[in-house]
């Protein structure tokens, strides 16, 4: 064989590799505001949303991704924050979208926030799950990633897994792995609901409201239409989120969850019978970790 062979097989090779990338650049270079730009700014490495009684602010990734790990350093609105919401979520666009959320519910001073979890798949929500933190979440930057992958969704803090959604797709359970989705932050107000079911309201004395977010990494395979549906979930070696390795949570992270969810969930969409009249949706009779 050639030179030139080698050559053309090596671009060939490499040309048909999942469209793999590390995202380590700085928020500046990642996303870009798209509301609430008058009082929200992103600087290197780091992104400061506002609220106040004109409006919140949002920021979104420039890319869209399928599959891999998203995460961010988040300090959370300090004092009384009852009434706001600070929203971190993948998305994709149109009526029958995918997303991943966390969302933090404010609170009156001293009492928790409400860590706020929701998948939608092909439009359709309906599957919150919610917790307290075991720290103040407003004191220092904490971890938060959302890690995807073709077999299962886990939603970490600090490294600690707080949720998982396995993919029972062949059950008929529609699971997101056809739509590359953005990554959105946004904080704004929403005291018809977040805080006590919208009986307690902002406190506009208090604003304005600040979030601050640090060290945005998307370790995920980028988007380019419908060949990544193949491409992102293929066990290539590049696509390290599809190893073994991450089909399940190690006896570890199996006992953490379990922790998290014995002493900090306050509401699971699973044991709501009388939200759903008993017919309940059918991944809560399937195993999720």
């Not at 966390?102 to 609170?107: A, K, R, S």
């Not at 917790?131 to 490294?159: M, R």
Request: aromatic share 14%; net charge neutral.
């Amino acid at each position: 064989m050639c030179k030139f062979e080698k050559m053309l097989i090596a671009l060939l090779f490499f040309a048909f590799l999942p469209s793999i990338i590390q995202v380590d650049a700085n928020f500046s270079k990642s996303m870009h505001l798209t509301w609430g730009v008058q009082h929200a700014s992103i600087l290197g490495e780091d992104l400061h949303l506002v609220l106040d009684k004109t409006s919140g602010s949002a920021a979104q990734s420039k890319r869209s991704f399928l599959f891999g790990s998203i995460e961010m350093q988040i300090k959370l609105v300090h004092g009384n924050s009852a009434g706001t919401v600070t929203a971190y979520y993948l998305s994709s666009a149109g009526s029958e979208h995918d997303e991943i959320d966390f969302e933090f519910l404010g609170n009156s001073t001293g009492q928790p926030y409400t860590v706020h979890t929701n998948l939608y798949t092909q439009g359709k929500g309906s599957r919150e799950q919610q917790f307290y933190l075991w720290f103040d979440p407003t004191a220092d930057f904490h971890n938060y990633t959302i890690h995807w992958n073709p077999t299962e969704i886990v939603w970490y803090v600090d490294d600690v897994p707080i949720r998982v959604f396995r993919n029972h797709e062949k059950e008929g359970i529609t699971y997101p792995n056809k739509q590359g989705m953005r990554v959105y932050t946004s904080l704004w107000n929403a005291d018809n609901w977040a805080t006590r079911g919208g009986l307690v309201k902002t406190d506009w004395n208090h604003a304005p409201f600040t979030v601050r977010f640090h060290h945005f990494r998307a370790r995920a395979c980028k988007w380019d239409g419908a060949k990544s549906i193949h491409q992102c979930a293929s066990n290539a070696p590049a696509n390290w989120w599809t190893s073994v390795r991450y089909n399940k949570l190690t006896p570890t992270q199996l006992g953490q969850l379990n922790w998290i969810r014995n002493n900090y969930m306050i509401y699971d969409y699973c044991t709501d019978t009388k939200r759903f009249n008993g017919q309940m949706p059918p991944e809560c009779f399937k195993p999720q970790f």
